[in-house]
């Protein structure tokens, strides 16, 4: 989800940047007088010499008693919003448990940083990776893996992540009693100096 939100937010800001800068091209540059259009009703700024908000359209409302709530209220849903998007960010997406499925209808329950250190070292000992960092994401019930490995240079990537799969991710499905651990796999080459032919 908040990924989704990160793109609504950057394409409102980008549509409303675009949209000023648009504004204020057309006014600097005159545009409206060369090309022949006009502007909307009520549109103030109409030549180079005038300028976006008037005195007038600045102080209009503030006689009004409905004006310095409204204002106030809408900044402060604004800072809200604000940092409820910035705590966002900073919140950790880790999974900190696992439930485990233990047949007597309780359960157990495995800390999310134990099974991604085990898979790590798993996988690391897996030949052709040279580095793999694992993290537990989604519920409790039904978590979700994002796996990042650094292959080594002589690695085939399908015979990694083939492997990968079928041995470190299942024992881990398989030890913790889940249906199903779908992954998300990125890879990454190692980078290694030139081999000096003789």
Known sequence: MLTTVNRVLLALTGLLLFGFGAAALAGALDLAERWGFNHPDGWSWRTPQDVLLTRTDRTQWRDEGWWWPVVIGVLAALVLLSLWWA????????????????????????????????????????????????????????????????????????????????????????????????????????????????
């Open 87 to 198: 705590l966002a960010q900073l919140r950790r997406q880790r999974l900190s448990e696992v439930l485990v499925d233990s047949g007597d209808g309780v359960g157990a329950v495995l800390r999310g940083r134990a099974v991604e250190d085990v898979v790590t070292a798993e996988a690391e000992a897996l030949s052709g990776i040279d580095r793999a960092r694992i993290a537990l994401e989604g519920s409790r019930t039904r978590p979700r893996a994002r796996v990042r490995l650094l292959l080594a240079p002589h690695a085939q990537p399908a015979d990694a992540v083939h492997r990968l799969r079928t041995e470190a991710l299942e024992h881990a499905r398989v030890s913790a009693g889940l249906e199903g651990l779908p992954s998300d796999v990125r890879l990454r080459a190692a980078r290694h100096g030139a081999e000096r032919v003789s």
